[in-house]
T-cell receptor, first 116, second 111 residues
Framework: GAVVSQHPSRVICKSGTSVKIECRSLDFQATTMFWYRQFPKQSLMLMATSNEGSKATYEQGVEKDKFLINHASLTLSTLTVTSAHPEDSSFYIC????????????FGPGTRLTVL | QQPVQSPQAVILREGEDAVINCSSSKALYSVHWYRQKHGEAPVFLMILLKGGEQKGHEKISASFNEKKQQSSLYLTASQLSYSGTYFCGTAGGTSYGKLTFGQGTILTVHP
């Protein structure tokens, strides 16, 4: 299947700092990528849709000024958690549709964020 | 709205079969099935498009009934490696790839 990478895989930061997470599609181009957040023992919750060349679309209840998304190229989207707080600690996962029929989506390996 | 999965959890012995259901209150264009192991990202299993098709992947297959807005995942002759949390993700016709995930079904296979 298609490959999506994420970096870093784990990050620990102090409260009030900003953290950037990168999502790359390695063997295909993705004009759209999706960012999810998953708390322990819960489902995946869509945060936002990252669009190459235009602004991201945020889901209801997600603060766009706190979770900055930039889709810099057809293979790279970044999520920046600004002024992180302990309640932002979570598993952040990106996905990218391959553009095939039905838009099969592949997930990156995820980033475990811990805010102290 | 989030699709509803059932059962919430199932425990099997190796070689036994299981069925996981996913039901939506909205019209669906596609249903995507994933398996997630603890601490890892979800892994794609299969996608079903409207049309009532059934697909298979080794001993794992799935069906999609668009009229009932339901999909079922069938795991036959389960193996230890099947353990994990299974999620269905649903998409409507105009969602452009946006998936809404069910709450997950925890599958545990014992020797």
């Amino acid at each position: 299947g298609a490959v999506v990478s994420q970096h870093p895989s784990r990050v620990i930061c102090k409260s009030g700092t900003s953290v950037k997470i990168e999502c790359r599609s390695l063997d295909f181009q993705a004009t759209t990528m999706f960012w999810y957040r998953q708390f322990p023992k819960q489902s995946l919750m869509l945060m936002a849709t990252s669009n190459e060349g235009s602004k991201a679309t945020y889901e209801q209840g997600v603060e766009k000024d706190k979770f900055l998304i930039n889709h810099a190229s057809l293979t790279l989207s970044t999520l920046t958690v600004t002024s992180a707080h302990p309640e932002d600690s979570s598993f952040y996962i990106c996905s990218a549709p391959t553009g095939s029929i039905g838009d099969t989506q592949y997930f990156g390996p995820g980033t475990r964020l811990t805010v102290l | 709205q989030q699709p509803v999965q059932s059962p919430q959890a199932v425990i099997l012995r190796e070689g036994e079969d299981a069925v996981i259901n996913c039901s939506s209150s909205k019209a669906l264009y596609s249903v995507h099935w994933y398996r997630q192991k603890h601490g890892e990202a979800p892994v794609f299993l299969m996608i079903l498009l409207k049309g009532g098709e059934q697909k298979g992947h080794e001993k794992i297959s799935a069906s999609f009934n668009e009229k009932k807005q339901q999909s079922s995942l069938y795991l036959t002759a389960s193996q230890l490696s099947y353990s994990g949390t299974y999620f269905c993700g649903t998409a409507g016709g105009t969602s452009y790839g946006k998936l809404t995930f069910g709450q997950g079904t925890i599958l545990t296979v014992h020797p």
